[in-house]
Nanobody, 121 residues
């Protein structure tokens, strides 16, 4: 059984910063990409940032220059440093990992439970 547990969401004023963290645990053999998605009310879930196993990042245009994704392969964790936050960044943020786990070593996408980020004055 694989679990992704997120932490670090909350309420912040426009222009402020938050740091999200996600830890993957369970019978994990290998993690390929890890990333963060978000879903605002009435909108589809969208990619925010993704990072490969060799730490190559990829960002949505809307967060480039403001957000930084990083990972610790030894600890199976991924973090998202969010600076200069805007009201339009308000959403539930989900951690994602594409990994292989379990007795069969099956590759698959796994998701965290989500953490709320609210940017408001």
């Amino acid at each position: 059984q694989v679990q992704l547990v997120e932490s670090g969401g909350g309420l912040v004023q426009p222009g402020g910063s938050l740091r999200l963290s996600c830890a993957a645990s369970g019978s994990i053999f290998s993690i390929n990409s890890m990333g963060w998605y978000r879903q605002a009310p009435g909108k589809q879930r969208e990619l925010v940032a993704q990072i490969t196993s060799s730490s190559m990042p990829n960002y949505a245009d809307s967060v480039k220059g403001r957000f930084t994704i990083s990972r610790d392969n030894g600890k199976n964790t991924v973090s998202l440093q969010m600076n200069s936050l805007k009201p339009e960044d308000t959403a539930v943020y989900y951690c994602n990992a594409y990994l292989t786990a379990g007795a069969l070593g099956t590759w698959g996408n796994h998701w965290g439970q989500g953490t709320q980020v609210t940017v408001s004055s």
